[in-house]
């Protein structure tokens, strides 16, 4: 056992600053861990949010030592002897108090993007896909919901005036999950991604792949392939000969 200086933001939407505490630190322990016991032994009222304490619910995300981490998965052991532990809440939501952030932008952005459509003429039970293209978007199916990735961004972590039109890494991975449905019939996922999303925004600098806890590749997998089929939709020659003929084949049939 040792004994380790926590310094840990308090404070609400109005304003706040840090508080010191030194507390004892066991072999093996996380940071949630030690912010526990400060709440037990020193601070009953410090704000924390959590729940399963296994790295799936994403609750417990904050700021530690400046980098945006799930607190029960980061072991103590990642710091050198004697180097203080600062802990402070996600800085691209709004404070509710203490290390407790309004991450609601998140699950609105969520609400605005079309569901999954089905083909019209298949009943639930008669949807059947290729085990690859199951595979595909496995991948993003492991994401979390903790918006490490939305708050590391800094599309919008430096720069509030973007949150209207940018949703962000979390929800980029959904529409190009969508996207690659074989099973899905909307054709606009594309339209809609640059359009409504901000997905032009992003200049793919990989931070939030950097942070994201289930080591999902956010932007080689999802954000660059879907701006490469925004980009070929929109500027590939023949795809636009092709829209071309095809809508003029349409002007030109005779009326029903």
């Not at 030592?65 to 072991?75: E, H, I, Q, V």
Request: glycine share 6%; with cysteine; proline share 7%.
């Amino acid at each position: 056992m040792s004994t380790r200086t926590f310094r840990v933001w308090r404070g609400d939407a109005e304003g706040g600053d840090f508080a010191e505490f030194d507390v004892a630190v066991n072999e093996g322990e996380v940071v949630l861990d030690v912010v526990h016991r400060i709440q037990a032994e020193q601070a009953p009222d410090l704000a924390v949010r959590w729940n399963c304490k296994a790295g799936k619910c994403g609750s417990c995300s904050a700021e530690v030592n400046g980098m945006p981490r799930l607190m029960c998965m980061t072991r103590m052991n990642l710091f050198a002897d004697g180097e203080p532990v600062t802990i402070t809440p996600l800085r691209t939501f709004p404070v509710v108090r203490d290390l407790v952030t309004d991450v609601s932008f998140n699950y609105e952005k969520a609400r605005q993007m079309p569901q999954f459509a089905p083909p019209a003429d298949l009943k639930p039970g008669e949807y059947r896909m290729q085990q690859v293209d199951v595979e595909r978007s496995q991948e993003f199916r492991k994401c979390i919901e903790c918006f490490l990735c939305q708050n590391t961004c800094h599309v919008v972590r430096d720069h509030e005036e973007n949150k209207p039109p940018f949703s962000g890494p979390r929800l980029f991975i959904r529409a190009a999950e969508l996207d690659m449905h074989p099973l899905d019939a909307r054709d606009d996922r594309r339209e809609a991604a640059q359009d409504a999303q901000g997905l032009g925004y992003c200049n793919i600098t990989k931070c939030c792949t950097e942070v994201c806890p289930e080591h999902i590749k956010i932007t080689d997998n999802a954000i660059i392939p879907m701006k490469e089929r925004v980009a070929g939709d929109r500027y590939d020659p023949l795809v636009w000969l092709g829209r071309k003929i095809f809508r003029k084949g349409k002007s030109d049939s005779p009326a029903g």
